[in-house]
């Protein structure tokens, strides 16, 4: 386990930072992350390849729901993913 410093997401500088610690290359590596805007965009800005969206706050680990601000972001997010789907 390694924690990155970097706190500059969607910047590719924590994704970088954390490969170059483990000697992996962008294509041996997997972003795993619930945020389309910040998460998956950082791992395109850094040359990840594969990338894998999860559900937010899911009840199954217990999580909250985030506030309506936050809700209201994200939904504005998956629109901008897949505007056809009705949300």
Not at 15 to 38: C, K, P
Not at 53 to 59: E, R
Not at 65 to 77: A, N, T, Y
């Amino acid at each position: 386990v390694y924690l990155s410093a970097s706190r500059s997401k969607p910047a590719p500088d924590g994704f970088l930072e954390i490969m170059n610690y483990f000697n992996v290359s962008a294509e041996q590596t997997v972003v795993i992350g619930d945020r389309v805007g910040m998460d998956m965009w950082g791992g395109v800005l850094a040359g990840i390849p594969n990338r894998l969206l999860v559900k937010p706050y899911s009840s199954v680990f217990g999580g909250n729901k985030p506030d309506v601000i936050l809700r209201f972001m994200r939904w504005v997010e998956r629109k901008v993913v897949n505007p056809k789907k009705n949300f």
